[in-house]
T-cell receptor, first 115, second 117 residues
Framework: QKEVEQNSGPLSVPEGAIASLNCTYS??????FFWYRQYSGKSPELIMF????GDKEDGRFTAQLNKASQYVSLLIRDSQPSDSATYLC???????????????FGQGTILTVHP | DAGVTQSPTHLIKTRGQQVTLRCSPK?????VSWYQQALGQGPQFIFQ???????QRGNFPDRFSGHQFPNYSSELNVNVLLLGDSALYLC????????????????FGAGTRLSVL
């Protein structure tokens, strides 16, 4: 049974600070990792994806992947009140093309950015 | 470019009833997945359809069934509703081929909020 665990929240940071969200996964075969943002009552919105070890930056967001430690994280720089949401970490395994890409999600971390 | 669309947005049913939820994938996408998200939890994978066949299934009972049509749209059916089926049901679509470029990037619809009384 694959598992994706996210650091327990809620996480509260002041406006302008760096928010750090963490996720670990159990399956060494996991290949693709995704961060979704979900506002209350809304559907998940993809904000970052990463496949290779190291960092991937997109604007204020940086995703970090360490496959040896089975660890993926999301950093949000210059946090804004509009970043307040639940952040979902997900993994997917595409094993030789036989997997159709089921996503396994963590339970989510609630982030609050206060002015 | 239309994104993933789901209908209805909200639904109230009573225990024992049956429900059908609908999903139209994003333009150019050929694979549809369904997820159940209970309050305060991450989405749980129900099943995935490609080429009108169920390709993968999560840990859900046979009361949950689905269908994919030639135009790639999909339905989720739940029979004999239980109180525990109350949740947000999410549809996600992706383009399976060419897989090299797809990288399993899935886009979600707005969801259907199902309440079972």
């Amino acid at each position: 049974q694959k598992e994706v665990e996210q650091n327990s929240g809620p996480l509260s940071v002041p406006e302008g600070a760096i928010a750090s969200l963490n996720c670990t996964y159990s399956d060494r075969g996991s290949q693709s990792f995704f961060w979704y943002r979900q506002y209350s009552g809304k559907s998940p919105e993809l904000i970052m994806f990463i496949y290779s070890n190291g960092d991937k930056e997109d604007g204020r967001f940086t995703a970090q992947l360490n496959k040896a430690s089975q660890y993926v994280s999301l950093l949000i720089r210059d946090s804004q009140p509009s970043d307040s949401a639940t952040y979902l970490c997900a993994e997917s395994t595409n094993a030789g093309g036989t997997s159709y890409g089921k996503l396994t999600f963590g339970q989510g971390t609630i982030l609050t950015v206060h002015p | 470019d239309a994104g993933v669309t789901q209908s209805p947005t909200h639904l109230i049913k009573t225990r024992g009833q049956q429900v059908t939820l609908r999903c139209s994938p994003k333009s150019g996408h050929d694979t549809v997945s369904w997820y159940q998200q209970a309050l305060g939890q991450g989405p749980q994978f129900i099943f995935q359809y490609y080429e009108e066949e169920e390709r993968q299934r999560g840990n859900f009972p046979d009361r949950f069934s689905g269908h994919q049509f030639p135009n790639y749209s999909s339905e989720l059916n739940v029979n004999v509703l239980l109180l525990g089926d109350s949740a947000l049901y999410l549809c996600a679509s992706r383009r399976l081929r060419p897989q090299l470029l797809a990288k399993n990037i899935q886009y979600f619809g707005a969801g259907t909020r199902l309440s079972v009384l």
